[in-house]
């Protein structure tokens, strides 16, 4: 079975600064991974995919996330974080095509101004 | 441009009563899952249509259940309520099951 995980609960960086929000994923095969954005009672928004192909794959808002097999990871990143950033954001995975997502449990971005 | 819509928006129902949630996905999606969200929680995926078929089924309660109606829109069904169930329900569409999945805004459902 799948899984993702986030190691963090919570990442804080101040504005201007880059931020990585860190995603690790098991899954027996080639895994299709996702990034989502939760804003305080709103739905998931699509941030980002990763298929095939080249491993740093860019996204809405500014977001990009880096690919790396051997360690099984997606982080995403950001060069330069707004404070407009800050939000929950869910790394999560499929198998074999667009199945159901598994998620991760989450991390917190706070961006201080 | 559209994005998916869910009614109603919130939802309050006393234990075990029944509660339907609607779902219509983005123009031309022919897939469509169900999440529940519970507090503080990732969502969990419940169950998904594509084509107006089950495609898949997760953690969904026998209690609940769900169909794909011709137009593509969706609905889940909950029966005997639970003190549990309260969470927040979201659906997603895809254009066919090899998409990313679009999220709608959610049903807060409480039961009291």
């Known amino acids: 079975a799948q899984s993702v995980a986030q190691p963090e609960d919570q990442v804080n960086v101040a504005e201007g600064n880059p931020l990585t929000v860190k995603c690790t994923y098991s899954?027996?095969?080639?895994?299709?991974l996702f990034w989502y954005v939760q804003y305080p009672n709103r739905g998931l928004q699509f941030l980002l995919k990763y298929i095939t192909g080249d491993n740093l794959v860019k996204g809405s808002y500014g977001f990009e996330a880096e690919f790396n097999k051997s360690q099984t990871s997606f982080h995403l990143k950001k060069p330069s974080a707004l404070v407009s950033d800050s939000a929950l954001y869910f790394c999560a995975v499929t198998l074999s095509g667009f199945q159901k997502l598994v998620f991760g449990t989450g991390t917190r971005l706070l961006v201080s101004p | 441009a559209a994005g998916v819509i869910q009614s109603p928006r919130h939802l309050i129902k006393e234990k075990r009563e029944t509660a339907t949630l609607k779902c219509y996905p983005i123009?031309?999606?022919?897939?469509v899952y169900w999440y529940q969200q519970g507090p503080g929680q990732d969502p969990q995926f419940l169950i998904s249509?594509?084509?107006?078929?089950?495609?898949d089924k997760g953690s969904i309660p026998d209690r609940f259940s769900a169909q794909q109606f011709s137009d593509y829109h969706s609905e889940l069904n909950m029966s005997s309520l639970e003190l549990g169930d309260s969470a927040l329900y979201f659906c997603?569409?895809?254009?066919?099951?090899?998409?990313?999945?679009?999220f709608g805004p959610g049903t807060r459902l409480t039961v009291t």
């Open positions: 899954v027996s095969g080639n895994p299709y």
């Open positions: 123009p031309r999606h022919d897939t």
């Open positions: 997603a569409s895809s254009l066919n099951r090899d998409n990313e999945q679009y």
């Open positions: 249509f594509y084509e107006k078929m089950q495609s």
